[in-house]
């Protein structure tokens, strides 16, 4: 049985801040759950889809964000608790729908959790979700720990019943990737099948109908108003004049620097935990009850602009620090450190800040920059890419993946990228507005993911330019999850079809389609350059399984090879392709064979064909 379908209250387990969320939609009978994978919220997801192989919970890997929202809520709307999880940019794929669900309105708990990511651990922006429970009137909560983030999603379907409103759950991968006890509770029985009772004048958004539901949006977030003034998740610790606001792991941060500093007696902290609406009455007497306010949150000054208008509105005139260039950044993530610096700073406490150790002697951390596994049959192709477009002008648009780290050096493959599918679309752009050769690139899981449209308008608009479709399998950069491109007999499922590329893109009108083997580098050099040649749009498509993946299926069986003495000193091989698996021993290169994968590519370039396979 997996650990967290365990009906065990009271017990009291070790539990992944991602596991805690999972629990909790557990807990409160969640049956039906929808995602598109994305770091940080990737494993939330991965429980859930495990969980599902062992009870009644619906729950798909959708192609997209958007069509993961849109699918959820036809289950929200026929009365069943429904979750819907991805990372913050993956809200922004979901907002076309999710600005109007806000007026529909759900008939069962529905929560839409968006993983935040400061300091973008994995992400190409920072963006503060909390604007989007203002920007569509939705309710927000915020937990500050992993355990509350299993109670905090619990009440989240509690509340969205009540309100009959999708309600929304913020993260940050500081939650979401911490470990923490987490004390199990009961888990409710879910409700597994729903029934929609058609109501036109709520759920078809016609603007004569959506006129009407705005009004009906505006009670229900009054309603919610008025719940979040009195919300066990808007708490206040401490008696003194010296105020802090707080949110997320900012509180446990602040609690933690009063008590560091000694000044318990003179602070006090509101921790905000259903941050949309903000509790107004609350804020403003504990503005009223203050000598000094700093507002300590990470990415943007969401509640510091309100606590001001809220001072304001109520003639209190105190001071109220939060961003600034001598107190906190919108940039990256906090820390105790800092937080409790600047709480000593601005309050005027006295603080001296600790000795560093002596670190004279202390070698520095090697670099360690991200790069393709070993056997990354995207190395290979970009790689071949680059050889077959050697004596051209190229610009490579290129897209979220694995194979975006392509624009690192030596393969330095990658000239822009925005977001999921942008390569594609990008591509039309650049076709028509320069002279240049055009070859993008993008996953399969990413074309499926939203490349297909720019495909479509591609040979629409008869642009000029290449496109590779990096297909290795599986959605390989979230951990290996599955897209409609996947043969989900591998999960052990039955009951899915899925969707040959080839097909699709010669089905969307592309005439100019090349099927490449990477490992095998002459061979897909040539088909590359006739791709290169022809005038329109052009289609690659790479195949070649994901080496990890392989890997864990039982599919690969490792060759190692090694450098033999034919080597000349070249380098050729680490200048080339830099697979992880080369390293240097007195000036020669060698290979590891524990790491090798025998993918082959580097013996099939090295010029004096010095690298040859292991005998043992």
Known sequence: ??????????????????????????????????????????????????????????????????????????????????FCMMKHVGLNVAADPLMTLA??????GMVILSADDPAMFSSQNEQDNRYYAK????????????????????????LSEKLQQPVLLRTTTRINHSNAFVSFGPILPAKTRGFFIPDPQRCVTVPAVSRQLHVKLLERMAAAKEISEISEYNLIQGSGRMGIVANGVSFHYA?????????????KI???????????????????????VLVIEEGEAFMEEAVKAFGQEAGIVIPVGGKSEKLFSCLSEYDPAMVREKIAQFFGFEYMLPEKLPMDDVPPIPVRPPNLCSGCSHR???????????????????DIGCYTLGFLPPLSTGDFVICMGSSVSTSCGFSKAT???????????????????????????????????????ITAMTGHQPHPGVDMQRFGLDGHKKIDIETLVKAIGVEQVSIIKPFKVKKSIEAIRQALDYKGVSVIISREPCALYAKSLGLLQPRAFAVSD??????ECINSIACPSFYLENGKVKIDAQTCVGCAVCAQICPENAIVPLKN
């Open 1 to 82: 049985m997996h650990k967290l379908l365990k009906d065990s209250p009271g017990q009291s387990v070790m539990l992944l801040g991602n596991e805690a969320i999972a629990r909790g939609a557990v807990e409160a009978g969640v049956a039906f759950a929808t995602t598109y994978p994305g770091t940080p919220s990737s494993e939330i997801s991965l429980n859930l889809f495990q969980i599902s192989q062992e009870s009644d919970l619906y729950f798909e890997y959708s192609t997209n964000e958007k069509v993961a929202l849109e699918v959820a809520a036809a289950a929200a709307n026929s009365g069943l608790r429904t």
């Open 103 to 108: 007026y529909v309105g759900v008939t069962g």
């Open 135 to 158: 920007f569509g009137n939705l309710p927000m909560l915020e937990p500050s720990s992993v355990a509350e983030a299993k109670q905090m999603t619990q009440y989240a379907f509690e």
């Open 255 to 267: 609690l933690d620097a009063v008590k560091d500093l000694g000044v318990e007696d003179k602070t």
């Open 270 to 292: 509101l921790r905000i935990g259903f941050s949309n609406p903000l509790p107004e009455k609350q804020i403003k007497e504990f503005l009223g009850s203050c000598d000094r």
């Open 380 to 398: 290979a192709t970009l790689y071949e890419v680059q050889q077959a477009a050697k004596d051209m002008n190229i610009i490579c648009p290129t």
């Open 435 to 473: 002279d240049q050769k055009i070859v993008s690139f993008i996953g399969d899981s990413t074309f499926f993911h939203s490349g297909i449209t720019g495909l479509v308008n591609a040979v629409f608009n008869n642009h000029n330019f290449t496109l590779v479709i990096l297909e290795n399998d």
């Open 566 to 571: 034919r080597c000349v000193d070249h380098k």
